[in-house]
């Protein structure tokens, strides 16, 4: 194939479940990739908080909303001819075939580059897959694909159940499951069928709990195939892959089972042509006296020969090619875009020896455990039970010798409660007996302590012995470093399986520190090992580390100025994306400033554990064990005393709240911290002191106080007054915050927060219903480097990350923006922030008064650094570094102050993942829910925000039906958007509080009751059945009112209906429906930030 | 007559009567490896108590040690496996590639004292117990590996931890791996008929007569030749071009085996005699002999290659192929004479993998079609041979 001269890469989008960050890894390479052959790239993508829309990556960068009809716009304007589609995850894939189908591709000779549309057709169409796997002779499972209920109700005859359902054209198992019923059966088809876009869903046998197992392939345009490793599913069929503990290289296939695995991957990769990587999943017959599986498989042939059966084929790079490639240091999706741009395997060199190429498969001397990380710290109501629709939000990935070590280092990275496998659930009941759920590994770990019988454990789980024998290691450990005095010998032992200081010291009833030091003391410490895609047959000169206990330390240090980035650890709700974006750029700040930068990270899916991003890449936990260690390892004096080198400098402000964690610990052992000390960062986080602090400067805050007790926090709020808002300290997303309207619900929230975190206080604020804004500013002692201001457009109370942000701040008046300068200034003057804080705030206007207090500051890069650095054109964490190191603003060039607005209007809007997560209520409040977020820029606010609505989903159509549902405190401000909708000649199905008010108007509405036992149609029928477009609900406080919605929101959730649980992100919506949503420009971000704004003409841009 | 599926009675002993429980309790034996360069590694007994000698080589493959352990092309060589969990999947007499382990001792960072696989299996330290052969387990292997790459392979010493001062004089005094003929030691001593249980029971019939000359084969070559409906003899490393001959077979293949090839005279000369009057296929050991015959040079490795990912060449299509290797020396084409061509390179360091000829039925390569362990890529060539069988026949 020629090689493309201009290609346009298709990104993600947001972060939702099952679509993470590994798609900003991949298409970053794939940029790179281009680059690298001297082929232009043009990059779309609607996830602003991506390094691949960073300045420098792509040639031209998009960000503009996901849509046939933007895209369309994009390749008239720049005319590529090349397309990029398999780096974007599912919906770069999705986008390729409707450009295809809609004819654009061949209107403008645009070439689908790597993967051909008739492979991902093949791939992707559950009936073509099938029949493809038929004719090259690959066993599937007997399965029929449909198209409708009564086609389903055949299929099941011949399947019989128990069955699995599996929709075509979605990813993360989005509507599938088990039927073990056929009222479950009818129930999940129906779903099945509304979740794929190609209304397609198969009907199968169900294999559970044989062993899954996937395949990373790839291949070239002269047909050369390799593996790139395989990866082995400690959770067995049935669970989701993503929602898998998962293991790399597999661990209990023989040479003939991998081998027989890998061939029939390789014939698949070349049966269906893709060019480029895809991932080949398959199931393994388990151990017969596990599960026995003679009525399901046969075995073909030889009886050596285990049946298997292949499962799916993702046509692109996937999570787990990511996964792969951070596994074994082959960078998939690079290779993948050097492919697309026409180079064989052979011709493209592994940069990580730097000898050999592309064309071999990785030989791993380490073993590779992946853990999800799922959102239910946060979602204490969902539904915890893991099945084939994928759950987790992110995962940790850890590298160790043994599995053992590397499972509890992943463990330990997973940043969960108890975050060791120590930690038992004070629970009576078979925990196992409910199936698995997000806490599986520490039940099964309970049970061993138990009973140590594997087999049958093994049968209750259908998890491998193999991997329950070595989790019986473990607790065989516990009961020695429990029982025995802590030998030198014992404590070796006990770290080369991977128990954490701080587990010993629980275990053996000392103290974390007194443990560390004895081990110290005995000389045990870690010696750091390289992933070098070889297994040390050759020389690599790519420094990628993981930790273990054994003999040769290869991570020497160097004698060059340098300092360690803290990364931010797995993707969970309230510490996403955006945190590994600026340690990104903290790295390359680093570099750009003359010093090597090291990194420290555990999440596999990201661009700063790419091994190109630093240095040096430390692959562990982010904990103070794994911190302190890498610092002594970097300081060539070995016992870390005061002479020899000088220690090296931590940066901790990139990595979110985990990083932040560490200032205090680090400081403790005398490790030297960039940027604001851990004094600073205790001023501003600790309630009391932080009160003290903007008192004394004379800036208002909520009135509220910090409690230890419920009875405390009554008194408070009863001073303050009613609604108060209820929150613990030193936590990140809202965790746990909630808004009280009277003392029986504070006394209930009250309690359930003070569990949540024990031993911290509690922060109980009068409620300000205001309108929220949020600045970053940088400081360096002597100014304040605000580079924009945020508004919100939901009233405060709305978590800030779920939140639609505007910048420049449309509403605020020349005065109020003063006053924002001014207490920013003051506030990071008088804290001595060094580097990046963020400030949020509420602005109350009562009677032409106008007062701003400070909801909060966080002396760290914020949630909005991407979106703002992006805008704004400031490079804030490029500036930030710099301060750090020294170089104060002026001397980089920038103001004191605010930073002149850009001729934009930015909007920042928040994305869900809600239909995933069942049981979870999805109203917004003050604790944050969403996992990603896009960007809608335009020239004006109304086209802006049309492509922000557009990108999350949200964007209404012109005419239809919407039901409404709004609660009392609302319903004055929901007039305007009620007449707005009858004038469009919506029709309108609402409850009858609601209908009631528009009669009050004289507008009809189709009253429809809320209370599912009071007939029908009720609320949730006439979403279930289609009938209505968009739901507006929005909760009124109390427990019992939010109960009543929460049926109308959850059914809206899992019928992709869009619903606004605020009035404000509602009238917005609304607004934009009547103002036209088809006029928007479709331009390069350089060209929307290229010039700054009249002055004054922010205001305006509103009307 | 040997056959595959005759296994160790000793196996079966252990299976049923728990013996190797026993032999498993009791404290861990510290005990180190000792190489030439004067470096220490240090780790536990497994297997056989006893102490060992031998070359120390790595092999990068992250499955098949059974396969390895057994492959008789060890002979005389103690291996060093750089995957770190060995054991996983459990040992099987079935899955033997010789009739014994070939290797002077393993070297591994952690064997699995609890296997777990559908087929069953027993666990490495009893397999070795039954084969007799000591290992050592607990090792930072990778710093091995480090140290051969970056030395080259040496000869090493398995002892206990009070012999390690004294190991180094001992090391001096041993013969050298070159100056051996391992062949002579696992080549097989008598001629006999391959039987495969899994290609049709008791039987030893096939279109085509494949005269294999064995000097240290692995079963799985056989049974390729067998699946392709081969009858299949297998002679003595020793015979004789004309006794070879007097069977008139439809082709023959030189098998695998150890040592280094500058030692076969007797079986280049043989296939002086035999090129170009029978389709010929050799794989590794017998590759070079090919190669040697054929005019080229042999030479030795730093460290070999050994392992299942290693990336070859065919120079005829331009494609790709991963490979399985076990080898230390390898062909140097300078003096390849009168039609010989080289046909596959390594990728990695351009050494010749596979020679050709321009004149005769000729299929040589340096690397394991046959796989077990490896990738399964190359089975291809085995079907090419073939193809030169029918076409002798045929013409
Ligand atoms: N026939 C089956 N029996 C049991 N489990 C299955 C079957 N097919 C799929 N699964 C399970 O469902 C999960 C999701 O299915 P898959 O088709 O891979 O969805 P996705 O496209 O989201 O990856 C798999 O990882 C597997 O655990
Ligand atoms: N006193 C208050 N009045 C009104 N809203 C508040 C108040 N305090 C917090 N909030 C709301 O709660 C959200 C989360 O609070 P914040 O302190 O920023 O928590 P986090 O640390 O999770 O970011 C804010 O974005 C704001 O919308
Ligand atoms: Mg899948
Ligand atoms: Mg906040």
């Known amino acids: 194939m020629p090689k493309p001269e201009k290609v346009l890469i298709i990104g993600s989008g947001p972060i939702v479940i099952g679509q993470a960050a590994e798609f900003d890894y991949a298409g970053t390479q794939a940029c790179k990739a281009m680059r690298e052959e001297g082929v232009t790239s043009v990059l779309v993508n609607s996830n602003p908080a991506t390094i691949m829309t960073d300045e420098g990556v792509a040639d031209v960068v998009y960000i503009e909303p996901l ?23 599912q919906v770069g894939l999705n986008l390729a075939v409707e450009l295809h189908d809609a004819g654009v591709l061949d209107r403008f000779g645009v070439r689908l580059l790597g993967t051909p549309l008739e492979a991902i057709r093949k791939a992707e169409d559950r009936e073509l897959f099938r029949t493809t796997m038929q004719e090259i002779d690959e066993p599937i ?26 929709p ?40 559970l709990g044989w062993k899954e197992v996937e395949y990373e392939v790839m291949r070239d345009g002269a047909d050369t195939c390799i593996t790139v490793c395989n990866m082995e599913n400690v959770d067995a069929m049935g669970i989701h892959t993503g929602d898998s503990i998962v293991v790399a290289p597999s661990q209990t296939l023989s040479d003939r089972d991998y081998q027989r695995l890998r061939q029939a991957s390789l014939k698949i990769i070349r049966a269906l042509g893709i060019e480029g990587g895809c991932n080949v999943q398959l199931a393994l017959a388990p151990r017969p006296d596990v599960l ?57 060199q592994n940069q990580v020896t730097g000898k050999t190429t592309a064309a071999f498969e990785p030989a791993l001397d380490y073993v590779v455990v992946k853990v999800p990380r799922w959102p239910f710290d946060k979602f204490g109501a969902g539904d915890r039970t893991l099945g084939t629709q994928m759950k987790a939000t992110g995962e940790v990935m850890a590298i160790d010798r043994t599995f053992e070590a590397a499972l509890q280092k992943a463990v330990r990275s997973m940043e969960v409660e108890g975050s060791s496998l120590l930690w038992e659930e004070r629970e009576e009941a078979d925990p196992l007996a409910a199936g698995a759920t997000d806490n599986r590994i520490w039940h099964l770990m309970a049970a061993l302590r138990r009973d140590p019988d594997t087999l049958s454990l093994a049968r209750r789980t259908a998890v491998d012995p193999w991997f329950l024998e070595r989790l019986l290691t473990l607790v065989r450990m516990e009961t020695r470093l429990l029982s025995e005095r802590l030998s030198p010998g014992l404590l070796r032992e006990s770290k080369r399986l991977g128990f954490s200081d701080e587990q010993i010291a629980n275990l053996a009833g000392s103290v974390t520190e007194k443990v560390r030091q004895q081990r110290l003391s005995w000389g045990i410490r870690p010696v750091y090992k390289m992933v070098d895609t070889c297994a040390a047959e050759f020389d690599a000169v790519t420094p990628y580390f993981y930790s273990t206990y054994e003999e040769e330390n290869e991570a020497l240090p160097e004698a060059t100025s340098r300092a360690l980035v803290i ?34 990270n555990s999440n596999p899916e990201t661009v700063s554990t790419d091994f190109d991003t630093s240095d040096r890449l430390y692959f562990e936990p982010l ?147 205001g309108l929220e804004i949020e600045v970053d500013a940088i400081c360096d002692g002597e100014r304040v480097l605000i580079p924009g201001i945020m508004e919100h457009i939901e009233r ?182 009620i007449r707005n909708l009858s004038a469009a000649g919506y029709t309108i199905y609402a409850t009858e509080g609601t209908a009631e008010l528009m009669r009050g108007l004289g507008l009809e509405a189709i009253v429809v009751p809320k209370r599912l036992s009071a007939g029908h149609p009720n609320v949730v029928d006439v979403i279930e059945d289609g009938t209505v477009d968009f739901v507006v609900n929005t909760p009124e406080g109390g427990r019992s009112t939010l109960r009543d919605g929460f049926h109308i929101r959850r059914a809206a959730s899992e019928h992709r209906t869009p619903c606004f649980t605020s009035i404000d992100t509602a009238l917005h919506a609304v607004g934009a429906m009547v103002s036209g949503n088809d006029r928007y420009s479709v331009l390069p971000l350089s060209e929307y930030t290229r010039r700054v704004a009249p002055v004054g003409d922010a205001a305006e841009a509103r009307s | 007559m040997r056959s595959g599926n005759e296994s160790r009675s000793s196996f079966d002993g252990l299976r049923t009567n728990g013996a190797v429980e026993e032999a498993q309790l009791g404290e861990r034996q510290p005990a180190a490896l000792v190489l030439e360069d004067g470096s220490v590694f240090r780790g536990h007994r497994i297997g056989h108590f006893g102490d060992a000698w031998g070359e120390v080589v790595f092999n990068t493959s992250m499955t098949g040690y059974q396969e390895m352990l057994t492959d008789p092309s060890y002979a005389g060589q103690m291996l060093v496996l750089t995957y770190p969990l060995i054991g996983n999947y459990g040992l099987d007499p079935p899955v033997d590639e010789s009739a014994q382990i070939q290797v002077r001792a393993l070297i591994v960072r952690s064997d699995c004292d609890r296997p777990s696989h559908p087929l069953g299996g027993i666990t490495l330290h009893e397999y070795l117990l039954a084969g007799a052969v000591p290992g050592l387990a607990g090792v930072d292997t990778r710093a091995v590996t480090r140290r051969i790459r970056s030395r080259g392979v040496m000869q090493g010493l398995i002892v206990s931890e009070e012999e390690v001062e004294r190991a180094q004089a001992r090391l001096a005094d041993l013969p050298s791996y070159e ?54 003899t297998c002679l003595p490393p020793q015979t004789t071009a004309e006794e070879v001959l007097a069977l008139a077979p439809d082709g023959v293949l030189l098998s695998p085996g150890p040592g280094d090839p500058a030692l076969r005279e007797v079986q280049v000369k043989g296939v002086e005699r035999l090129l170009g009057r029978v389709p010929l296929m050799g794989i590794c050991l017998g590759h070079q002999v090919i190669g040697r015959a054929l005019g080229a040079g042999t030479f030795k490795l730093k460290f070999g290659h050994r392992g299942g990912n290693h990336p070859v060449r065919e120079l005829a299509s331009g494609r790709v192929y991963i490979t399985a290797q076990n080898h230390g020396y390898a062909v140097d084409p300078e003096g390849l004479r009168g039609g010989a061509e080289v046909s596959h390179v390594n990728l990695h360091d351009g050494t010749v993998e596979g020679l050709t000829h321009r004149d005769y039925p000729l299929v040589s390569i340096q690397y394991h079609s046959e796989a077990a362990p490896g990738p399964l890529d190359n089975g291809y060539l085995f079907d090419r041979f073939l193809e030169l069988v029918r076409g002798a026949k045929g013409g």
């Open chain 1, 67 to 89: 849509t046939l009809d933007v895209i369309s716009r994009i390749i008239e304007r720049e005319r590529p001819d090349g397309l990029l589609a398999t780096l974007g995850g």
């Open chain 2, 179 to 232: 100056s051996q003929d391992f062949v002579a030691e696992v080549g097989t001593p008598a001629p006999y008929e391959w039987e495969d249980a899994a290609v049709a029971q008791g039987s030893t019939e096939g279109a085509h007569h494949i005269v294999v000359l064995d000097e240290g084969l692995k079963y799985n070559i056989l049974r390729h030749l067998r699946r392709r409906d081969c009858r299949v």
């Open chain 1, 796 to 977: 405060a109370g709305v978590h800030s990350g779920d939140s639609m942000a505007v910048y420049p701040a449309p509403s605020l008046t020349p005065a109020e923006i003063e006053t924002v300068i001014d207490s920013a200034r003051q506030i990071g003057l008088g804290l001595q922030i060094r580097g990046l804080m963020n400030i949020q705030y509420v602005v109350m206007r009562e009677a032409g008064e106008s007062s701003l207090f400070v909801l909060e500051v966080n002396p760290r890069a914020s949630r909005t650094v991407p979106f703002l650095s992006k805008v704004t054109t400031v490079p804030m964490v490029q500036v930030a570094v710099n301060v750090m190191l020294g170089r104060s603003i002026a001397a980089q060039g920038y103001p004191d102050g605010l930073w002149p607005a850009r001729d934009l209007v930015a909007i920042k809007a928040p994305v869900f993942s809600m239909a995933k997560l069942v049981g979870v209520d999805t109203y917004l409040g003050p604790e944050m829910k969403s996992t990603g977020e896009v960007m809608g820029i335009d020239r004006t606010f109304d086209s802006a925000l049309t492509k922000a609505l557009l990108a999350s989903e949200l964007a209404l159509s012109a005419h239809g039906t919407a039901l409404l549902s709004i609660a009392d405190q609302d319903k004055a401000d929901a007039i305007p958007m």
């Open chain 1, 141 to 166: 499972p007997p399965s029929r694909t449909v198209a409708s209920l009564d086609e389903a109700w055949t299929a099941l005859e011949e399947v019989g159940l128990p069955v699995v359902i599996r």
């Open chain 1, 567 to 600: 990364g931010s650890g797995p993707i969970r709700i309230g510490q996403g994306i955006e945190f590994d974006y600026a340690s990104v750029k903290a790295a390359q700040a680093l570099q750009a400033a003359g010093y090597a930068a090291i990194m420290a």
């Open chain 1, 168 to 207: 075509a054209y979605t990813l993360g198992g989005t509507g599938g499951g088990f039927a073990h019923t056929r009222e479950e059966f009818e129930r999940i088809v129906r779903g099945g069928l509304a979740a794929s876009p190609a209304q397609q869903v198969l009907v199968e046998q169900s294999l």
């Open chain 1, 292 to 348: 026995d599986w003679r009525a399901a498989g046969e075995t073909r042939g030889d009886e050596r020969d285990l049946p298997y059966y292949v499962i799916e084929v993702n046509p692109r790079v996937s999570r787990s090619s990511a996964l792969a490639s951070k596994a074994t240091g082959y960078p998939i999706a690079r290779v993948a875009a050097k492919i697309a741009a026409g180079k064989r395997l052979d011709e493209i």
């Open chain 1, 623 to 769: 904990d103070e064990e794994a911190a302190r260690d890498i610092l002594d390892n970097e300081r060539p004096a070995p016992n870390g005393g005061p002479e020899g080198m000088e220690r090296v400098p931590t940066i901790l402000q990139f990595g979110g709240q985990t990083a932040i964690n560490l200032a205090g610990p680090l400081t403790l052992a005398a490790q030297p911290i960039m940027g604001s000390s851990a004094e600073v960062i205790d001023l501003a986080e600790d309630r009391e002191r932080f009160e003290r602090f903007l008192t004394e400067l004379g800036i208002p805050q909520p009135p509220g106080a910090a409690v230890g007790n419920v009875e405390d926090a009554i008194q408070v709020a009863e001073t303050v007054g009613y609604p108060v808002l209820v929150r613990p300290s030193y936590v990140l997303g809202g965790r746990a915050m909630e808004i009280a309207q009277g003392p029986g619900e504070l006394a209930r929230y009250a309690s359930i927060a003070l569990e949540a975190a024990p031993d911290k206080p509690l922060l109980i604020d009068k409620y300000l219903a």
